[in-house]
């Protein structure tokens, strides 16, 4: 027996139509905003991931599901989606398409996390990156995207918090200010802390270690060292918010686990699913084309986390419909019986209906209760007297009403449209 590796899960048979559902509303939703699809590798050159998403990151340094390749080439399964959209940016020359460039995914991510309750170590992602604008509007549009999401799902108790990191400018004055800060704490910090102050002082607020926590509490505010840019860039994207009638909290205290952000970045947090309460992140984040290689470009997106969202879902006992159930179910007796109604079922789907025939032996009687159990609109039954008499009979499961018709009559109406066709069997 094989088992299934740690952190991964099955979507069973039964299950799909609730990924089917919500990846449904993605795409309706992302259309809304005009936005398209890209489609980016599963795997990388891990040196994607340590420009990209930065090498002082938990996801690069403990979290990367990396190998050698047979070519001996550094190969890393993509841990998040930004990174190689801003490759595939720059690669295919995506900055002579119109701006802005909006553009959205469906994937699989991979971090070596350990797994809890809603942290797997393969999850899945709706993410959206927009390019080429710097204004206020397009984080605001961009936020707009996961509340017209949640909306859309029937999902109103979820948190949305932002807070701006500022750019390259005000982050050096607040670096300065974090390192003054932790300093005389040092000895009370974890180890990876007292060496981010060296690398990296910002990713400190981000510690998950109960000594930090506590000393993060007091921590100066980024939102106090901001330039007069990043300000007015952060008071117009609240303003949006406002506008769009979009509830928000600031909170000065996140910082997000990646380093491409600048300026804007926000989280929609829920209290109904235990530890893991981040259902969707993003920010923007106006250095990483030029960190890989490309011009100045300005950019903006965020994640969703699909496992996450289900989770809510299921948490705040929003039902996700079940999709149509079976319509036409052929019950037949004999080999010449089973051929025919392999024919008239290919013509209904063809015509669009959804419609079954008997694969397991199985009697008569016991097709009957099988498409009872599936949900069968309608049994065509075709037995020997039928056959002989060229006629078939049409059972309505919901109204229990029946009637003959024969094969003529039955193949005349398979001529018309599917509605027409449904109709005349009642
Ligand atoms: P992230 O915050 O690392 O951001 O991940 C986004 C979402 O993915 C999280 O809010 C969560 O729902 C889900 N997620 C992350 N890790 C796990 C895990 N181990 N198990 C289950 N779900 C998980 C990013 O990935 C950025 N690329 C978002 C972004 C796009 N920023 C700008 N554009």
Known sequence: MINIPKGTKDVLPSDSYKWQYVEDVFKKVARTFNLNEIRTPTF??????????GDTTDIVNKEMYTFLDKGERSITLKPEGTAGVGRCY?????????MPL???????????????????REFHQFGVELYGSSAPSID?????????????????NIKLLINSIGCKKCRSAYNEALVEYYKPKLDNMCPTCRERINTNPLRILDC????????????????????DECHDHFEKTKSYLTSAKIDFEIDSRIVRGLDYYTK????????????????CGGGRYDGL????????????????GIERLLMLMTAVNIEIPKPFSNEVYFATMGEKASKLAFLYANKLRNMGLITEVDHMDRTFKSQFKYANKINSKFVVSIGDDEMENNFLKIKDMENYTEKQLTFDEFEGLMLGDKDNFIRSLK
């Open 44 to 53: 990388e050159h891990t040196e994607l991931f340590l420009r990209g998403v």
């Open 90 to 98: 720059i690669e295919s020359g995506l900055a002579s398409e119109l």
């Open 102 to 120: 909006k553009m959205y995914y469906i994937t699989p991510c991979f971090r070596y996390e350990k797994p809890q309750a809603g942290r797997l």
């Open 140 to 156: 605001a549009e961009a936020i707009a995207i996961v509340d017209n999401i949640f909306k859309a799902l029937g999902i109103s």
């Open 208 to 227: 998950k270690e109960s000594a930090c926590i506590e000393i993060n509490k007091n921590a100066p505010s980024i939102l106090d060292y901001l330039c």
């Open 264 to 279: 804007t970045i926000f989280e929609f947090v829920s209290m109904n699913i235990g530890s893991q309460g981040t259902v």
């Open 289 to 304: 084309v030029e960190e890989l290689g490309g011009k100045p470009t300005q950019a903006v997106g965020f994640a969703l």
